[in-house]
């Protein structure tokens, strides 16, 4: 690694010692019980053990597959969706206000009707999660394609281009950034919205190990669930990130 | 001479949250194949919406606009535009958009010669270091001349160029002025031409169109009394100097009136 990486390492670094320490801090102050606030280092302790006796990788396995399963479909489903409604004007002005009330419920309030149509099991979470995940991507769908300008097609046309090459080769370059930034909103919400899914009898998974704790009040187990969904979502963003930067080398960014 | 493009009793307007906007009014002129048309005329005053008539972008509210005899239905291949805003293709090389129109089915060019013209493109408009650099990273003038180079590439028979030299300086304009007047004389096309360059119009065209502020009416049409092939000994000669100046002082009629109708809005303001 050069030095500018590591300096760059250094500096990501640096927030995450200042939340520990901060962490510590409060614990220490006096202004809380400290029975309700677990070290760093005990939080650090259980992880280890949750690891190695408890299958802890089973639950993370299981929350990453219904997180990644959920926004797959959804977002399969929210491209031509969102490229339609982005795409024909009249489509948009018919589906927006829909689109918006459904965007707008929390999914958690959804829960007791996906129960009584779906059931309890794996199908039941993968609709919370599709459904979330459906709406914030098909919204920054159409956000994205209603903006792209007619200029590219123009030029397209005057070259000769018929309809399928002007979709092959200038509608799709152009949406594929929105789909990017689509993927990456849906995976946010669906971590977001994943305790929520498991909130519905779940065996396994990472929110289902926080409920369970929370029945028996161990927060040091709680601390480690947040923790792991946070970290798997950071990971699952900066593989993201990755892919985006090479696909869209061609972008004009601020930030390099 | 065959008549490739004709408008006839033309009038264009927008609706606008304002109401009716008159861009372009009762315009009627006749382009003949082999033609170089040069339309001037004070900014905002409807040379552009003139031109996307002619390439299919919008239809005439009023009147007829003709390309080879038939009304104009849309955009086509056998006539190329250079776009005001250049429209260079972001997300592809500066050799793969001179390549764009060469791939596609309606221009027909084998795969194998593709890359030649490419090249070709490239040496002449000056961008063989950047052939594999994003349009990011190319300055304007570069951008303006790679979009020059794309739609050259094609060979359209009509050329429609809206300021296709403006962002270019003094010398690299002139260098672009010359190679647009080799390609024609080797290639035969025809040509409209936006400017805001009188001598640029001069120089170039063979027919003047000066139109008023908006809305566009024509104003006047001027021919230009210089032979084909032209070099740049012309802009010496003294007809050269009275024809400038005598369009000068139409174009700056128009502006002035285009100033006198904005001052009453700047002033209650
Ligand atoms: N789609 C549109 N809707 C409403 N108004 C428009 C539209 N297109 C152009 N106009 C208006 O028509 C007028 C003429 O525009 P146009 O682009 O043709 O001018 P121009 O002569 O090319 O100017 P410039 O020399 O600055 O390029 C402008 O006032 C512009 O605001
Ligand atoms: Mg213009």
Known sequence: MNGAGLRRLGLGLIPWIGAILLWYAVRWSGFVNVSLIPAPHQVAAKFFELLTKEGLLIDIFASTRRVFLGVALGILVAVPVGFLLGWYRPARTFADPMINFFRALPPIALIPLVIVYFGVDELAKLVILFYASFFSGVIVMYEGVSQITPLYIRVAQTLGANQTEIFRKVIIPLTVPHILTALRVALGVAWATLVASELIAAQRGLGAMIQNASTYFLLDVIYVGIICIGLIALIMDLILRKITARLLVWQDRAIA | ?269
């Open chain 2, 1 to 269: 001479m065959k008549k490739r493009a004709q408008f006839d009793k033309v009038s264009l307007s927008f609706e606008t949250p304002k109401g009716r906007l008159n861009v372009v009014e009762d315009v009627s002129y006749d382009i003949n194949d082999g033609d170089f048309i040069a339309v001037i005329g004070p900014s905002g005053c409807g040379k552009t919406t003139m031109m996307s008539m002619l390439a299919g972008f919008q239809k005439p509210t009023t009147g007829k606009v003709l390309f080879d005899g038939r009304p104009v239905a849309g955009p086509g291949p056998e006539r190329g535009v250079i776009f005001q805003e250049y429209g260079v293709f972001p997300w592809l090389t500066v050799k793969q958009n001179i390549a764009f129109g060469l791939t596609l089915n309606a221009n027909h060019v084998p795969t194998a010669e593709r890359d030649a013209i490419c090249d070709h493109y490239l040496g002449l408009m000056g961008l063989s270091d950047f052939a594999n650099s994003y349009p990011k990273h190319l300055s304007g003038g570069m951008r303006q001349r790679l979009a020059i180079a794309r739609a050259y590439a094609v060979k359209p028979q009509f050329l429609l160029m809206d300021e296709p030299f403006g962002a270019l300086d003094a010398q690299t304009r002139s260098n672009m002025q010359n190679l647009l007047l080799k390609v024609l004389e080797t290639e035969g096309k025809t040509v409209m031409l936006i400017t805001h360059s009188v001598e640029e119009a001069i120089y170039l065209a063979s027919r003047i169109v000066v139109v008023t502020a908006r809305p566009a009416r024509i104003k006047e049409i001027i021919d230009v009394p210089f032979a084909y092939p032209r070099d740049e000994s012309i802009q010496e000669r003294p007809e050269f100097a009275e024809l400038r100046s005598y369009i000068r002082q139409l174009v700056m009629d128009e502006y002035r009136a285009q100033q006198a109708q904005m001052r009453p809005v700047s002033f209650s303001e």
